[in-house]
């Protein structure tokens, strides 16, 4: 987080100060409900996993918490993007192709996590139909993804992707690199297309929209105090993110 990302957090959640984050802090949250089934038996897949930026932006109380290795009896990552293979936060890396199977066994996981990537699925039934299949019954699948019809969800399908790089290099204040910014498509990122490629009689849908602080205000006081008042005003449906809870029947 920058400087002024941080002074801006700082004044709006006067207790970040002492704790780094906010009390409705997304990353916090989420992995709140992880620890709440994981046990050190377990099996996990992060999926999309990505290069593991966060070991370079989290410290302290939420590095500890957001950490899963050595936590479970093995955590696996995969993505289509070979940066994975230098993830220092997983204990296996596995590159897959898009669209594809995934590399392993049916009922292999007790529970798959994805943070930030539902976002970029092209096609969210082949997708939802690998999960179910490594997914162990009564594991669960654990996704956090912006709201389609949350401001960040919707300026993201109405800006191109090719800008979107270009956009968040002015407004992004989680330290995100050019390389971490991929397409978007917004196909699964609400709680009825949860509900849809994961269908009642396999999964229990358990998943619901929440709003955090601020997202997108490049450090700017006004900007982030406008996307507070914002996301007050507007009904719950159009929050700002959506956590992905599924469990196996």
């Given at each position: ?13 006067p ?8 009390r ?87 529970i ?37 019809w ?75 105090r ?24």
């Amino acid at each position: 987080m920058n400087p002024k990302a941080k002074r801006v957090l700082e004044t709006l959640y006067p207790e970040s100060r002492l704790s780094g984050f906010a009390r409705n802090d997304h990353r916090v949250l989420f992995f709140t409900l992880i620890h709440s089934v994981l046990r050190p038996e377990m099996n996990v897949l992060d999926y999309g996993a990505g290069r593991g930026k966060w070991a370079e932006l989290e410290t302290g109380y939420k590095r500890a918490l957001t950490t899963l290795k050595g936590r479970c009896a093995r955590l696996t990552g995969c993505d289509i993007d070979p940066a994975v293979r230098d993830n220092p936060l997983i204990d296996e890396a596995v590159v897959i192709e898009p669209d594809a199977p995934l590399p392993f066994p049916d009922a292999h996981f007790d529970i798959i996590t994805s943070w930030a990537v539902l976002e970029h699925v092209d096609n969210p039934a082949a997708a939802a139909a690998e999960i179910a299949r490594v997914l162990k019954p009564g594991g669960v699948f654990f996704a956090w993804t912006p709201n389609k019809w949350g401001y960040v969800g919707i300026g993201a399908r109405l800006i191109p992707n090719r800008f979107h790089a270009r956009m968040l290099r002015g407004l992004d204040t989680g330290g995100r690199r050019g390389e971490d910014v991929f397409p978007t498509r917004y196909r699964l990122n609400t709680v009825g297309a949860v509900s849809r490629y994961f269908p009642a009689d396999d999964f229990e849908n358990l998943s619901f929209i929440h709003t955090g602080p601020p997202a997108y205000h490049g450090g700017n006081l006004f900007l982030a105090r406008f996307w507070r008042l914002y996301n007050a005003l507007v009904p719950p449906a159009l929050g700002q993110s959506l956590f992905v809870v599924a469990r196996k029947r």
